[in-house]
């Protein structure tokens, strides 16, 4: 049974996501501001967050940012603030989904089963190989990224985003291609999603930034030559 942290400073809400989810079979458990969250992820395993932004203590943006130091735990966010740019922002911050108030808690839970659903591929079946290009290395078992032997810290959705073109070398992907595949549902939002994924992916690969080119008129490609 999946365990979900539900994190939001109304009660009310919380408690209409906890009916639903545990409608669902899930297990939760909850916090009402975003310290409270980052100190239950620090102490407790989940197999998924759902974070107010808006929240005393500590904003759901930064709770993000604490919990992602130390955890890999899909979270998806909920604000009643919808611009582009808090999205592209959340995103950014490696995100798996963001919602905006107010929502349909039905919504809510297929985008829940969604996330869970790619988690739970992820883990399943035989080791996986390393995938290499140059000094370029990941590794699917570990989830890790080295650059000539380096570390690279990834946010979840820029190690799915280079673990697929790595899976497609060579092939011209289009950004609704990756959008679809990696998120997995029809994504509410624009092209800038990927672009700002890419653009933050090349500036952590350091001398390895050139592998990922950018195909005019498409989207991009892994190139290994």
């Avoid at 549902?185 to 050139?210: A, E, M, P, Q, V």
Wanted: aromatic letters at 8%.
């Amino acid at each position: 049974m999946a365990k979900i942290l539900i994190v939001d400073d109304e009660e009310m809400i919380r408690a209409v996501i906890r009916e639903y989810a545990q409608f669902n079979n899930y297990e939760t458990d909850e916090a009402e501001d975003g310290m409270e969250a980052v100190n239950k992820c620090m102490l407790n395993d989940y197999d998924l967050v759902i974070m107010d932004i808006m929240m005393p203590k500590l904003d759901g943006y930064s709770a993000c940012k604490q919990i992602r130091k130390s955890k890999d735990v899909p979270i998806i966010m909920l604000s009643a603030r919808g611009e582009e740019y808090d999205k592209l922002f959340g995103f950014e911050l490696g995100i798996d989904d963001y919602v905006v108030k107010p929502f349909s808690p039905k919504e809510l839970m297929a985008r829940v089963a969604a996330v869970l659903a790619r988690g739970h591929a992820a883990d399943e079946g035989k080791k996986p190989a390393l995938l290499t290009s140059g000094e370029l290395v990941l590794d699917p078992q570990s989830r890790t990224v080295t650059v000539a032997g380096e570390r690279v810290e990834l946010t979840l959705k820029e190690y799915e985003i280079l673990l697929y073109m790595m899976q497609n070398k060579n092939v011209a992907l289009s950004r609704d291609r990756l959008l679809s595949d990696i998120w997995g549902y029809d994504f509410f939002g624009d092209d800038r999603t990927i672009d700002t994924h890419i653009k933050n992916l090349r500036g952590r690969l350091g001398s390895c930034r050139d592998k990922i080119s950018t195909v005019r008129g498409v989207g991009y490609k892994f190139e290994d030559k």
